[in-house]
């Protein structure tokens, strides 16, 4: 696995490539409470195939919103084995709250309509995700 620590002018936080359902996808990682707290905020565009996963010490359910976030995004809870356990579109700037409803301990955002245009589904996995130890988190 490839975990780069490095933040480029456009990147604010690592980058890895992980595999979501056969799709590579470059994703920043957001590991602490402060960088999961800012997340894509004030971001006025993401690549196509780029996304921001979340990564938790634990597996509890998850709520989102998108108070500060101006970018219409999906999100993908994901269970600590890899599974995607539920889908959601989530609008900018918001404050409605997105809930896994299911234990997650992982979060992966995309622009909106990359799951369902990439034929991911609820049950698939993802690969690739960084080990707690790999990324610092708590």
């Known amino acids: 696995m490839m975990l780069t620590l490095g933040c480029s002018a456009k990147k604010q936080f690592p980058t890895t490539t ?3 359902a056969g799709h ?18 004030h971001r006025p565009s993401m690549p196509k195939d780029d996304g921001m996963l979340f990564i938790y010490p ?6 989102f919103w998108m108070k500060d976030t101006k ?12 599974e995607i356990v539920k889908i959601a579109d989530m ?6 709250s997105t809930k896994s409803i299911y234990p997650a301990k992982y ?3 995309m622009n909106q309509g ?8 609820k049950g698939e ?9 790999e990324v610092g988190v708590e």
């Open 114 to 121: 990359w799951f369902e245009q990439n034929g991911v589904e």
């Open 91 to 96: 609008q900018p700037l918001t404050t409605s």
């Open 71 to 82: 970018l219409p995004l999906s999100i993908a809870f994901i269970d600590a084995s890899g």
């Open 107 to 109: 979060a992966l955002e």
């Open 24 to 41: 590579p996808v470059l994703v920043e990682l957001a590991v602490n409470d402060k960088d999961r707290a800012r997340g894509l905020m």
């Open 125 to 133: 996995r993802v690969v690739g995700i960084p080990a707690d130890a």
């Open 18 to 20: 992980i595999d979501v």
């Open 58 to 63: 634990d597996s509890a359910p998850r709520s």
